[in-house]
C-alpha cells in the first residue's frame, strides 16, 4: 500500500499538517537535471559542478560554462537552482589542476581550499554562473563546498554578492557546524552535506564498504550537529538544506524536518518516497522522532527509535 502513495506523490513537500519542505533533486550536469523533470521535484539543491570537469584537459573557457551551466538552469524554469562551486581533489582530481601529492586527499587540498592555490578557477567560474543566470533570467543560488568556518564562508560571500548573486556554503566539516552561528551570519543559506559530515565527524572513510556502519548519518553524534545547525538557522532566520544522501531516507528526512531543515536534496529517484512519508506526519511527530533520536547514542538506536514514534 505504501507503494501506491509513493507512486501517487506529486508535490509539493509538505507534513500532513501543511508544515512545507521544499524537495529537490542532485544533479551532475544538463541530462541528469532534465532527467529530474521527470520526478516530483521542485528544482535543484545541489548540482556538483565538477562531475562536468572531470573528463576535461583543460579548464572549460568561461563561454563554455556559461552554457554548462545554462542547461541546468534551464531545466527548472522559475523552480529553485543551487550550484555548487567546483568540489575538486580528494576523491574528484581535476586533469587541469595540479593537485600535487598529498598522504591524505580527504583532508588535504579539496573543494573551496584549491581557491588559495587557483584563485582564477572560483574567479571564473563564478563569472560563468552570473552570466549564465543573467541570460536565463534566473536566480542564482551558489555555494561553497568544504567550509571550515566563518572566515572562509565570509570571502566566498563576498565574491558571490558582488556579483549579484545569492550566497551560501555547505556545512560537511565538523567545525562549520560547530560554529555554524558564525558561519550563518556571513551567508544567505546553509546546505548540509551529511556524507562528508558523518566522515569527518566519525573518522571513517564514506568509500568504505567495511566502515558503513560508522559512516550512517543516524549516528547520533551527527545528528546533534545537524540539530546545532538547524537551530542556528531557525535563530537567523536562515534557511538549512540537507543535500547528503540523508535525505533519501524517507524515515530520516522526518527527523531532519523535525529538527527545523526546510528543504531536502537527494538522487531525485528518491523523491516520491521522501515526499510521501512526509505527507503522512504532522510537524509535531517530526519533532518527536528528533527528539527520541538524539536521546539514543547509537545509530540502530537512533533509527528505532524514531520509527517508533513516526508509526504511531
Ligand atoms: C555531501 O558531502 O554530503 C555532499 C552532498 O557532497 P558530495 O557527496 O558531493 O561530497
Ligand atoms: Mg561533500
Not at 188 to 209: E, H, K, P
Request: charge should be negative; charged fraction near 20%; include cysteine.
Amino acid at each position: 500500500r505504501q507503494a501506491e502513495v509513493v507512486a501517487a506523490w506529486s508535490g509539493p513537500g509538505r507534513t500532513a499538517d501543511g508544515h512545507e519542505v521544499a524537495v529537490l533533486a542532485n544533479v551532475a550536469d544538463g541530462v541528469s537535471a532534465r532527467a529530474a523533470t521527470g520526478y516530483p521535484v521542485e528544482g535543484i539543491g545541489l548540482f556538483r559542478t565538477e562531475l562536468t570537469f572531470l573528463d576535461r584537459a583543460d579548464e572549460p573557457t568561461v563561454d563554455e560554462q556559461v552554457a554548462l551551466y545554462r542547461e541546468v538552469i534551464d531545466a527548472f524554469p522559475g523552480g529553485k537552482v543551487v550550484i555548487r562551486t567546483l568540489d575538486a581533489g580528494s576523491d574528484k582530481p581535476l586533469r587541469f589542476v595540479d593537485h600535487g601529492a598529498e598522504a591524505n586527499p580527504a583532508l588535504g587540498i579539496r573543494g573551496n581550499r584549491l581557491t588559495a592555490t587557483h584563485p582564477e578557477i572560483r574567479t571564473n567560474q563564478l563569472d560563468a554562473i552570473a552570466r549564465a543566470a543573467e541570460e536565463s533570467g534566473a536566480t542564482a543560488r551558489v555555494m561553497a563546498p568544504m567550509i571550515a568556518g566563518p572566515a572562509e564562508a565570509a570571502d566566498f560571500a563576498a565574491e558571490v554578492r558582488s556579483r549579484g548573486m545569492i550566497a551560501g556554503v555547505m556545512i560537511e566539516i565538523p567545525s562549520a557546524a560547530i560554529l555554524a552561528s558564525a558561519v550563518l551570519a556571513e551567508v544567505d543559506f546553509v546546505s548540509i552535506g551529511t556524507n562528508d559530515l558523518t566522515q569527518y565527524t566519525m573518522a571513517a572513510d564514506r568509500m568504505s564498504a567495511e566502515l558503513a556502519e560508522l559512516t550512517d548519518p543516524w549516528q547520533p553524534a551527527v545528528l546533534h550537529l545537524i540539530e546545532g545547525v538547524a537551530r542556528a538557522g531557525a535563530d537567523a532566520g536562515k534557511p538549512v538544506g540537507v543535500c547528503g544522501e540523508a535525505a533519501a531516507d524517507p524515515l530520516l528526512a522526518c527527523v531532519l524536518v523535525g529538527m527545523g531543515v526546510s528543504s531536502l536534496s537527494s538522487a531525485p529517484v528518491a523523491a516520491a518516497a521522501v515526499g510521501a512519508r512526509l505527507g503522512q506526519v504532522s510537524l509535531a511527530q517530526c519533532r518527536d522522532a528528533a527528539r527520541a533520536a538524539l536521546a539514543t547514542s547509537e545509530a540502530a538506536a537512533a533509527r528505532a527509535a524514531a520509527a517508533a514514534v513516526l508509526a504511531g
